[in-house]
């Protein structure tokens, strides 16, 4: 029993956990335990909460105790979180020096919703800086590895969620997804990843990176893993104004293959591509043009100027988002270092550009962040300065209306679109992190979707050498039903074919 | 687009970053080689298109502006975590002489 609780689905376990087959502390110390044995390897973790989670163990041992049959189906289920979501009691780094030792005074939304399914927080997972990069090698603290090659990255910047799910080491974990983030390194992985509708899911306690197109999502086994973890976090929240209702809660649907609309985007499969990725992802396609969907070559035009309209748009906001990291009210700060009137003699204006006030803010910046977030900071207060502001953001944001309207056009025709999530596979550790340019375009599949604010999946369908493909479904905003009714009739045909290239 | 030494300068001083000289070197060359591939934006035909700035769209929150128990947090848990502070007040250099 104990040696199998890896295999086992989120339903699984808690009927394990009403049928009182284990108890929630024995399965907290299972996952405690494989932490142990696993992570120094892969170092998914950058913190364990071993007595929070079995607190929270015990406290559902006591509800099975007294009222089995009303136990929640994520009661006891031990999660990772990635460590940029704030729980009330732990440290929230934001996979930075400057907040190394932050201890986060409230809960986001989604850790007060897992909380009332009572959940069991394991830790916080790594992640790349403040949410910026493509690889989780932008951590200040570790490296993450790929558990299917330790050579490789796990992707990012939910690379840690990504990794401690793939490798067993908890149940699901979540993520947050601002041009990829979620759905890249569950591609790199091997798991299951969704992006929400912008809005679906409470920003709130998410430390924001770019606060119009980031979303917080769930990352398991299972497409139904997802979906559970899903149901619980989403909803209309008063305290991020950003969030929406939604307002079908997902059903059991019927949604059949046959007939189903299928675009295929002919811009993401082009050049660029691996070809041996795009050859594993058309044969998956063609699994369920044999079952009788209808697949469509569609065409979203703008595509190739998703990337840079990403690369102009999230920068932009990421200036905006970390002025507050200033070594004022929280966080490392260079303050206790700079003298205060060491200058008498010369009429510096205070406030001014070499003042001691401004020194604070100035060096402990230089200090805190790591050079990714400078680069982005700095890109982002150019294009948002003035002389260049119309030049660059303001054309972003209109080439951003032309990529939201060639899907609204596309989704006209069809119901779901389908898309590889990276046009390569998993890359080395080392290999794109000298060349920023490069790494920036891991995302050029990803990125579309935030900007357009759409939902969006991925799911392993098969593997190139051991290292697994990831399919991208998506789909109209708010409808998350569809995309889990779709993605598990792929998980049954993909898994009955057992596709390997 | 010309990105010079003084540029980078001018933009670490708007961003509070103190660069040091070899990180401004890097930054030149970096944002240079960026701003030269995000400048293909300028290839796109825009005229008449409105800028997105929410993707889904969406209306205003309102709520009465009364203060609610359930926003507050315990004031020791913020301020006892201030790099400098004096009782309940963050401290701060100098802003006025």
Request: glycine share 6%; net charge neutral.
């Amino acid at each position: 029993m104990k040696e199998d609780f890896g295999a086992l689905t989120i339903r699984q376990l808690h009927q394990g956990l009403v049928d009182k087959d284990f108890s929630a502390v024995e399965l907290c110390n299972f996952y405690l335990d494989e932490i142990e044995a696993k992570d120094k390897k892969i170092g998914a973790f950058l913190q364990v909460s071993r007595e929070m989670a079995l607190n929270q163990a015990r406290e559902v041992d006591y509800s099975i105790f007294h009222a089995a049959s009303s136990l929640s189906v994520l009661a006891g289920i031990p999660c990772a979180i990635k460590d940029n979501i704030l729980i009330k009691g732990l440290r929230c780094t934001a996979g930075s020096k400057i907040l190394k030792d932050y201890n986060a005074v409230y809960n986001a939304t989604c850790i007060e919703r897992l909380l009332s399914e009572k959940v069991v927080f394991l830790g916080k997972t790594n992640l790349d800086e403040f949410a910026m990069g493509s690889s989780t090698e932008n951590s200040a603290f570790k490296i993450t590895k790929n558990p299917i090659d330790l050579t490789r990255v796990p992707g990012g910047t939910s690379g840690g969620s990504a990794a401690a799910v793939a490798s067993d080491q908890c149940v699901f974990a979540l993520g947050s997804d601002t041009g990829g983030s979620i759905r890249q390194p569950a591609s790199f992985c091997g798991v299951v990843g969704l992006k929400p509708t912008y809005g679906a899911v409470s920003r709130y306690g998410l430390v924001a990176y770019a606060s119009s197109l980031d979303q917080i999502g769930p990352l398991a086994r299972t497409v139904d893993d997802c979906e559970i973890v899903f149901n619980a976090i989403v909803g209309k929240d008063p305290r991020d104004s950003t969030s929406a209702d939604i307002k079908s809660r997902i059903k059991d649907s019927e949604l059949r293959i046959k007939n189903l609309r299928i675009g295929i985007p002919k811009e993401y499969f082009a050049e660029g591509l691996d070809r041996e990725v795009g050859e594993s992802v058309k044969k998956v396609i063609k699994l369920f043009e044999k079952e009788g969907a209808d697949v469509i070559d569609v065409s979203l035009p703008n595509t190739k100027y998703a990337l840079p309209c990403y690369y102009i748009i999230a920068p932009s906001e990421a200036s905006a988002n970390l002025a507050r990291f200033d070594g004022i009210r929280y966080g490392k700060s260079e303050i206790k270092n700079i003298q205060s009137g060491r200058r008498p003699n010369e009429l510096k204006m205070p406030g001014s550009v070499d003042s001691e006030l401004i020194e604070v803010y100035t060096k402990t910046r230089e200090k805190g962040f790591g050079p990714e977030v400078k680069r982005r900071i700095m890109l982002g207060t150019f294009v948002l300065s003035s002389g260049y502001y119309d030049a660059y953001y303001l054309r972003a944001q209109k080439v951003r209306t032309l990529i939201r309207r060639d899907f609204e056009d596309v989704f006209r025709k069809v119901d779901f679109i389908l898309t590889p999530v990276s046009p390569f596979l998993p890359f080395k550790l080392g290999e794109k992190i000298e060349d920023p340019l490069k790494m920036y375009l891991s995302d050029i599949y990803t990125v579309s979707v935030n900007l357009a604010g759409l939902p969006a999946l991925s799911m392993p369908v098969g593997k190139i050498n051991e290292l697994s493909v990831g399919l991208q479904l998506i789909a109209r905003p708010f409808d998350e039903q569809g995309i889990f009714a779709f993605a598990k009739i792929i998980e049954q045909l993909v898994s009955s074919q057992s596709l390997s290239f | 687009m010309e990105i010079t030494k003084e540029l980078v300068e001018r933009l670490a001083k708007l961003a509070r970053l103190d660069l040091n000289e070899k990180e401004t070197v890097s930054m030149q060359k970096d944002l240079s080689e960026i701003l030269a591939y995000v400048d293909s934006l300028n290839e796109v035909d825009i005229s008449g298109i409105e800028p997105t700035s929410r993707s889904i769209i969406q209306e205003n929150v309102f709520r009465a502006d009364e203060p609610r128990k359930e926003d507050y947090f315990a004031r020791e848990d913020i301020i006892k975590q201030a790099p400098a502070r004096d009782g309940d007040y963050f401290k701060v250099k100098e802003i006025f002489t």
